[in-house]
């Protein structure tokens, strides 16, 4: 949040400053941007506080609401997205918490897809994609997610209201706009309906106090975020959707929408193992008629919520979809958790359908021309160069098809999830362009889109934006300073010793907590029913997890060690952790990044990772690499907390980040409990060192 006052308070910042054309109000708020976010504030954002923001004050005090609280920029929780406005105050029927969140919009016109009622073109081009969520869908969503989130709204049901406020738009202008059905969660307002405002402001608001309902707001944001795990598990056992936000839900409704119109008779819905290269009457599959749908996202931009849930919605119109990975450890969570949902006699059938409904990429080098309607691919990154691997029959081994090639063939409507610095061995080549021009290539009409929101790292794109320059990923620049957002916590270790107590506690405080490393020491099978302990790094040495082809008793099979709570006493790898994530993220970084003259370079030299044999080019290594560490470094939702094995490198990085936890040794002893300097950890963590 960005500021809070009431009403009164507001309104004597509604004055401009001798000789400037802003307002004390916007003046303040570009000050307090620049302090919370260290950086400068978009003109966009400027000029909605200068006009926006007091359109709603004006109307607040012409009420005689000046008690109502106001607060500005309101992030919803774990993610970096934010409501304009949440007004609270006083109920005037029952006195109880009331809460009205407003969306502002500076439009004066709106065109509305013909293609999709929810995407509209307010006038204003960023550059990318001109189509934004409708406003009145975006404050429901808004609305939505604040409630599953905030445990004092899910309470108090109706306490929260929510309105998209076009404050220059006549209602002629937007007309198209009020085709959208209104909810308690979403109703829009315009220049023209300033009256019907005020009439929502009168009825949700007493003249009161607003400060005890904005206090309950922040005091009840604690809820965890639910990871891939639990949104999948809550699919499965429950049934219930997911909340998806902006881009995310944009782009599933277009999908969604799209399936509609191209098959009205439900032609798409062709049984998954239908070997028929017979083609529904229903449904044209030549090429000029295959759309194919990419989705681009960074780590943590809810593509797999997004595939999730898109799955969900497909099977509620009768198109029973397939959702396939590269990663075994994703793939067969997901088929876990379908099998435990299983009732008595049950289980046998609940098997065939999760080996059906979750597959991966390989799995589809027999299947026929369109067989399958709809074809989810997450972690589209990992996407091979090929579906030819040890098991592969000796007859098919000289079948050069790309992999990409055999999942557009298969489905009829092929859907990309993917992240362009995410692809961690040297054959995986899965990137938005690459499937792009091979899609293009085929005669295939392409869309793309990009999930710009993130929903770990307590939703900082500035954290994220910082992991890529320290690695030198895209386009990004030299390494930086990291400059806490209030968002999530960056801190160095002094040691794995301090690392691994600090991850202990943590787990033991009920957080999610792991420790990964690079793959810079073996990974032994294990020795008399035993795990092997390989990380070594002077006298402190833990076990990989488990192998996927062996079984350990008391620790988790691979694909379940991000999940299972027994797996906190290994260290995981880049392949088991990919996808998953939990509140607090340790990360070991080996020798083989290596942080010299003012960067990191890469040291092959010092990788255990069978997949860098002498064929494969140095540059591809290098990227591997860097994407390798890029995934740990992103796994974390509370925070990350690093240690380098190099003291070269770990010393650079204690000039990059001012954190750190560990022990003041006394004559080389470590009997002194860990302490933090400069570092944001969990309360449950700061009671354990009282």
């Known amino acids: 949040m960005l500021l809070q006052l009431s009403t009164a308070e507001l309104g004597q910042l509604l004055v401009a400053r001798e000789g400037s054309e802003r307002l004390a109000l916007t003046e303040r708020l570009i000050d307090l941007h620049s302090e919370l976010h260290g950086t400068k504030a978009q003109p966009g954002d400027i000029n909605a506080w200068n006009n926006s923001i007091p359109i709603v004050v004006e109307a607040l005090l012409d009420c005689g609401l000046g008690e109502v609280v106001v607060q500005v920029e309101v992030n919803l929780p774990h993610t970096n997205s934010a409501v304009d406005l949440v007004l609270c105050g006083q109920h005037p029927g029952t006195g109880a918490d009331s809460y009205l969140a407003v969306e502002l919009k500076q439009a004066r016109r709106a065109v509305v897809d013909p293609r999709c009622p929810i995407a509209v073109d307010l006038g204003f081009n960023d550059g990318k994609n001109r189509n934004k969520l409708h406003p009145v869908r975006q404050i429901q969503r808004y609305c939505e997610y604040m409630v599953r989130y905030i445990s004092h709204l899910r309470e108090n049901e109706g306490s929260l209201m929510g309105a998209a406020f076009l404050h220059n738009a006549r209602d002629a202008d937007v007309e198209a706009l009020f085709d959208l059905p209104e909810s308690p969660y979403g109703a829009l307002y315009t220049l023209d309906d300033l009256h019907r405002f005020r009439r929502v402001l009168t009825s949700r608001f007493a003249p009161a106090s607003g400060l005890r309902a904005a206090t309950a707001l922040e005091d009840s944001r604690r809820d965890p975020l639910l990871k891939v795990t639990d949104l999948a598990r809550q699919r499965s056992v429950v049934r219930g959707g997911l909340v998806l936000l902006d881009e995310q839900h944009l782009a599933t409704d277009l999908i969604v929408r799209h399936l509609k119109r191209a098959d009205p008779r439900g032609a798409f819905n062709v049984g998954l193992f239908d070997t028929s290269d017979t083609v529904p009457e229903a ?33 509620n119109e009768g198109h029973e979809a397939v959702l396939a990975s590269g990663s075994r450890a994703y ?59 040890r098991n592969t029959p000796k007859e098919l081994r000289d079948d050069d098809r790309p992999q990409a090639t055999e999942l557009l063939a298969a489905a009829r409507v092929p859907v990309f999830l993917l992240d362009d610095h995410q692809s961690i061995r040297p054959d995986e080549v899965g990137s938005a362009d690459y499937l792009k021009e091979l899609a293009e290539s085929l005669g295939y009409q392409v869309r793309v889109d990009d999930l710009e929101g993130t929903f770990r790292a307590g939703g900082s794109k500035r954290y994220q934006s910082w992991v890529r320059r320290l690695l030198g990923l895209g386009t990004s620049s030299d390494p930086e300073v990291w400059h806490p957002d209030g968002r999530t916590t960056l801190t160095i270790a002094d040691s794995p010793e301090d ?29 008399q029913g035993r795990l092997v302990p390989d990380v070594r790094i002077g006298d402190w040495h833990r076990p990989w997890n488990v192998k996927p082809t062996h079984h350990v008793p008391g620790a988790p099979p691979s694909y379940l060690w991000s999940t299972d709570p027994l797996g906190i006493g290994q260290i995981g790898c880049v392949y088991t952790a990919q996808t998953f994530e939990y509140d607090w993220n340790g990360v070991i970084i080996g020798p083989d990044l290596l942080f010299r003259d003012g960067k990191f370079i890469v040291d092959r030299s010092a990788s255990r990772d069978p997949a860098f044999h002498s064929g494969v080019e140095e540059a591809v290594v290098n990227r591997c690499i860097r994407n390798a560490y890029h995934v740990l470094l992103t796994r974390g939702i509370a925070g990350t907390i690093v240690y380098a094995v190099d003291p070269e490198t770990q010393n650079a990085l204690r000039k990059f980040v001012t954190g750190t936890i560990g022990r003041q040794n006394i004559k080389g002893t470590r009997s002194r409990p860990l302490t933090a300097e400069g570092a944001q950890l969990p309360p449950a963590y700061r009671e354990h060192q009282r």
């Open 283 to 315: 449904v044209d599959a030549g090429p000029e008629h295959k759309r194919v749908f990419i989705l681009r996202g960074g780590p943590g931009s809810g593509k797999s919520a997004v595939a999730l849930e898109l799955q969900r919605l497909l099977g």
């Open 331 to 389: 793939t067969e969570t997901l088929r876990q958790i379908m099998i435990s949902s299983a009732r008595k006699g049950q289980k046998s059938d609940k098997e065939k359908s999760a080996r059906r409904r979750y597959q991966y990429f390989n799995s589809f080098t027999g299947s026929a021309p369109n067989s399958i309607g709809v074809l989810i691919c997450d972690e589209a990154h990992r996407m091979r160069r090929s579906s030819t691997h």
């Open 499 to 527: 690392l691994e107590e600090f991850i202990g506690v943590c787990g033991q405080q009920g957080f999610t907590a792991r420790i990964t490393a690079g793959f810079c020491w073996k990974w032994s099978n294990p020795q």
